[in-house]
């Protein structure tokens, strides 16, 4: 099939690329970009995409899809349906799986059941065995089955020693350490620790508790030379640390998940257990200085954190219900209401945090918007109003807080593999 994408605005700004046109992708291949003649639109499939952006496809670089070990609350196919409706040609994937992604023989198992989706499944392995923090994984055999990144996802590294013993192993394939930065010793808790959480008589967890990990972590990465990315950063504090080591011309970078940008822990007040995240909801002075740190290139790349959980378990008492939220549905519209909308980021800041950085961080190609590149695309109207539905939603899990939320700022199609997704439908171009 020959598709037509009819005057979008191509945007990619590594290329610098800024401009409204006619695109013809052909066997999943760009092939024009303007100057299309009457039979190119005689012979295609016409998409009417006027003033809608086309760029890079978006990649999220923190997505749970639970299997193996989870599939009652979510497959790599349905976190790959979200992926897609959400606005998504790729996501790195955590390892703290059942079991964990700490073999070869798990990475090959993940790869293998996305190998013929429109989403591309890059897998994070574990850093040390299981998980535990006590002994490295073998991450030379992980990475060369695929394993695009190390992380002990869920909890930080626990002992400094084997931190600097896989940021050393790490140096030789590239890959940054994926970091939970959680001193696990100050934090047990259900929420921030603060006025709310007091007088909500619910146990706290401190900003401290985050920013003691991530300067070890900064030190660690300056005297190794090593290359350490912190996960879902939410303090005030550590979004000043990161500032800093920056530059200094430490290998550093961090993302940020929507729910840190848009919520606080007066969201708590509600007891709603879908407000519960692990880092916690933090103040109104924590939300504004992860804004300031998305402006000044501090926080690098915006990633969902995407967790599903099974109903029952979210219904649980507050302090006994887990941690996390779906974003992957949500992240684009967020962004847009949230950033672009609200003037804190361009469009085109936010297609480098979506679309260029998580790949840059990962060591991945980008995609280009060039004739006789594959296609890897996201479409989407920064203007679309629209009401979050969670019954609509394509993963297996409904656990969100944005439910019924108004947004304005949509994806509306990708391309990816020769498939594309509109309309809620997956076909092949």
Not at 148 to 153: E, G, H, I, L
Not at 320 to 332: D, R, S
Request: hydrophobic letters at 40%; glycine letters at 6%; aromatic letters at 6%.
């Amino acid at each position: 099939m020959k598709i037509i994408l009819k005057q979008v605005i191509l945007l990619n700004p590594d290329q610098k690329l800024n401009q409204k046109n006619d695109l013809l992708i052909e066997d999943g291949v760009i092939k024009k970009i303007g100057g299309l003649k009457e039979e190119d639109f005689k012979s295609s499939k016409v998409f009417e995409f006027d003033n809608k952006y086309c760029t890079p496809g978006f990649f999220d670089m923190h997505v749970h899809l639970r299997e193996p070990g989870r599939e009652d609350e979510e497959t790599v196919e349905t976190g790959c349906n979200a992926a897609a409706a959400g606005g998504f040609t790729g996501v790195a994937c955590m390892p703290n799986t059942n079991p964990d992604i700490d073999s070869a023989e798990v990475v090959r198992f993940i790869k293998e059941k996305a190998k013929n989706h429109l989403v591309d499944v890059y897998p994070v392995a574990a850093a040390t065995l299981a998980r535990k923090g006590e002994a490295l994984s073998p991450m030379y055999e992980l990475f060369e089955a695929g394993a695009v990144a190390f992380s002990d996802d869920g909890v930080a590294i626990k002992n400094a020693g084997v931190l600097r013993n896989a940021l050393e192993y790490s140096k030789n394939f590239g890959t940054p350490i994926i970091e939970h930065c959680e001193d696990e010793t100050l934090a047990d808790g259900a929420m921030n620790e603060g006025l709310i959480s007091t007088t909500l008589g619910l146990q706290g967890i401190p900003n401290v508790a985050e920013d003691l990990i991530v300067m070890r972590d900064i030190m660690l990465a300056e005297f190794i030379d090593g290359k350490v990315h912190i996960a879902h950063i939410s303090s005030k504090n550590s979004v000043e640390l990161v500032r800093q080591a920056k530059k200094r011309g430490i290998k550093i970078t961090a993302e940020v998940a929507p729910h840190h940008f848009t919520l606080t822990d007066d969201s708590l007040k509600s007891y709603d257990t879908n407000y519960k995240m692990n880092p916690p909801l933090r103040t109104r002075a924590d939300v504004e200085a992860l804004l300031e740190g998305l402006k000044d290139g501090t926080i690098d790349c915006i990633a969902s954190d995407h967790a599903p959980h099974a109903i029952e378990e979210k219904e649980m008492e507050f302090i006994y219900a887990p941690n996390g939220i779906v974003g992957l549905e949500t992240e684009v519209g967020l962004v847009l209401s949230e950033l672009v909308h609200k003037k804190h980021l361009t469009i085109s800041l936010a297609v480098e945090k979506l679309a260029l950085n998580p790949r840059k961080i990962l060591n991945l190609p980008v995609p280009q918007i060039k004739e006789g590149e594959i296609a890897n695309l996201t479409i989407f109207d920064p203007d679309l109003i629209w009401t979050v539905d969670i019954s609509n939603f394509k993963s297996k899990s409904k656990n969100s807080p944005f439910d019924k939320r108004l947004m304005t700022g949509k994806s509306i199609a990708v391309i990816n593999n020769k498939k594309m997704f509109f309309e809620e439908k997956f076909f092949l171009i």
